[in-house]
Structure formats: C-alpha cells, structure tokens
C-alpha cells in the first residue's frame, strides 16, 4: 500500500507532460480550490479532476459484491462521495470542472488530451 501515490500518479505525469509540451500553464493540486484539483487554471476557473478506476469507483455498482473486504468497499464508497462534493463546491464557486478516467488516459491518450486541451484553452 505504501507505493500508492495520492499525487503524481502515472495518468496525472501524462496529462501533467501533454499541457505542458503544449503550452498550457496550470497550477498542479491547486489548494486554494476544493478538492485540490489536479489540474487547475484559477484565472479561468477550469479544474480538471483525474481519477484512477478503482479508487475512485469507476463502473463500482458492478464490481461492488466482488470486493470481499468491507473496508475498502467503504472506503470506495467514501470516495465517491467525496468526489461529488467537492465537484458540486466547485461548481458553486463558478468552477467549469471536467472528469477524467484513468482507463481513458490509457486506452485513448490522444483523444483525451485533446478532450482536456480544449476543455481548458
């Protein structure tokens, strides 16, 4: 468990490296915003949340019986929460804020950074 990263995971260096080569200046964990997002443009309030699939639950009402220790299933659980309120704070705080899936990073790289390009340009 020790080599799970909460920041700077793998997905968040390829989107951290892709907006950089392309010029796209942004605040990496922004704590002035809730949540801390993960990429974040407060001039423009544009915050984009990226997400691992099983952390934060992608898909969890399929996969949820499958789990069999209570703690983790709470734990996800406990995420998915999280993640939805802080989303709705940003949001009233006049925050556009975008969504991404890990999986979308890995089997779709171009298409999902050209996706969060423009969300933020």
Excluded at 40 to 64: E, Q, T
Aim: aromatic share 14%; hydrophobic share 35%; proline share 5%.
């Amino acid at each position: 468990m020790s080599r799970i990263r909460s920041k700077n995971t793998g997905i968040e260096k390829r989107v951290f490296s892709y907006l950089r080569k392309h010029k796209i200046y942004f605040y990496k964990h922004y704590p002035k915003a809730p949540g801390k997002p993960d990429v974040a443009l407060p001039s423009k309030k544009r915050a984009v949340m990226i997400h691992g699939d099983f952390w934060h639950g992608y898909h969890f009402s399929r996969w949820r019986d499958r789990i069999p220790a209570k703690y983790w299933r709470a734990k996800i659980e406990a995420n998915i929460k999280r993640d939805a309120s802080q989303s709705r704070k940003l949001r009233r705080q006049g925050w556009k804020v975008m969504k991404i899936w890990g999986h979308e990073i890995v089997d779709k790289p171009d298409m999902t950074f050209r996706r969060i390009e423009r969300f933020l340009r």
